[in-house]
C-alpha cells in the first residue's frame, strides 16, 4: 500500500541513550517532515527536507539530527535521549502536486525513562 | 511569526447538536487549509482542505469548513454531530510555496455524550 511507513512504533530508551527514527514514503514525494505530538500542544515541527539533499530546522530542532538518505527515506536520531523527548513523533510527506495534500505515518511512540 | 489559533481547547456536546471549532491563522500572504481529526489511538486524518475557489469547502462525514479571507478564518462546522466524532482536531495551513510545512494549531479535543 502507497503510504509512509514509520518505524519503530513504539520504543522506551534510558535517558542518555540514542536512536534513530525512520521513515520511508513510497509516493516520489518530494518534501518529507517530522513533527511531534504532545498533550495540549498539537503537532510541533521539528526538522523538514523540501527536497532531497536539503534539509531545516523547524520549531523544535533541539536535540535531535536529520538525514535525508535520498528521495524515499528521511531519518530522525536522537543522539542524547532525555525523558522531554518522550512523544508521539510523526513523518509525513508531500509532493509537488498541492492537491493531495500531506501524507502522514502512523507514528512512534518513544517513552524515555 | 506564522501560528494557527484554535479557540477552544475542549468542547463537549450531545448527539445531535451542532458543532464549530474555530481557527484563525496568522500569515499574511496565500495560505492553503486543513483540518484534521485524530481518533482515539489514531494518526491523523484528513477531514478537508481549501486551496483556492469556493471558500465553503465540504470534507468527510458531513463536516464543511468557511474560509473567511478578511478574518483570517477557517471555521470548521457540523449540523448534527454524533458519538463517534470523537475525536482531537487539528487545523492547520501552509504558505504557497512548494516544500513548506504545515503549521498546526494545538487542537480542539471534542467529546460527544450519546
Known amino acids: 500500500n502507497a503510504g509512509v511507513t514509520q518505524t519503530p512504533k513504539f520504543q522506551v530508551l534510558k535517558t542518555g541513550q540514542s536512536m534513530t527514527l525512520q521513515c520511508a514514503q513510497d509516493?516520489?514525494?518530494?518534501?518529507m517532515y517530522w513533527y511531534r505530538q504532545d498533550p495540549g500542544m498539537g503537532l510541533r515541527l521539528i526538522y523538514y527536507?523540501?527536497?532531497?539533499?536539503?534539509?531545516d530546522k523547524g520549531e523544535v530542532p533541539n536535540g535531535y539530527n536529520v538525514s535525508r538518505l535520498n528521495k524515499r527515506e528521511f531519518s530522525l536520531r536522537l543522539e542524547s535521549a532525555a525523558p522531554s523527548q518522550t512523544s508521539v513523533y510523526f513523518c509525513?510527506?508531500?509532493?509537488?502536486?498541492?492537491?493531495?495534500?500531506?501524507?502522514f505515518g502512523s507514528g512512534t511512540r518513544l517513552t524515555v525513562v | 511569526a506564522q501560528s494557527v489559533s484554535q479557540h477552544n481547547h475542549h468542547v463537549i456536546l450531545s448527539e445531535a447538536a451542532s458543532l464549530e471549532l474555530g481557527c484563525n491563522y496568522s500569515?499574511?500572504?496565500?495560505?492553503?487549509l486543513f483540518w484534521y481529526v485524530q481518533y482515539p489511538g489514531q494518526h491523523l486524518q484528513l477531514l478537508l482542505k481549501?486551496?483556492?475557489?469556493?471558500?465553503l469547502v465540504k470534507g468527510i462525514k458531513g463536516f464543511e469548513a468557511e474560509f473567511i479571507k478578511s478574518k483570517f478564518s477557517f471555521n470548521l462546522r457540523k449540523p448534527s454531530v454524533q458519538w463517534s466524532d470523537t475525536a482531537e482536531y487539528f487545523c492547520a495551513f501552509n504558505s504557497n510555496q512548494a516544500g513548506t510545512a504545515l503549521i498546526f494549531g494545538k487542537g480542539t479535543t471534542l467529546s460527544v455524550s450519546s
Open positions: 500569515y499574511g500572504g496565500t495560505v492553503n
Open positions: 527536507s523540501a527536497s532531497e539533499g536539503t534539509t
Open positions: 509516493m516520489n514525494h518530494n518534501s
Open positions: 481549501y486551496f483556492s475557489g469556493d471558500p
Open positions: 509525513a510527506s508531500r509532493g509537488a502536486d498541492r492537491g493531495p495534500g500531506y501524507t
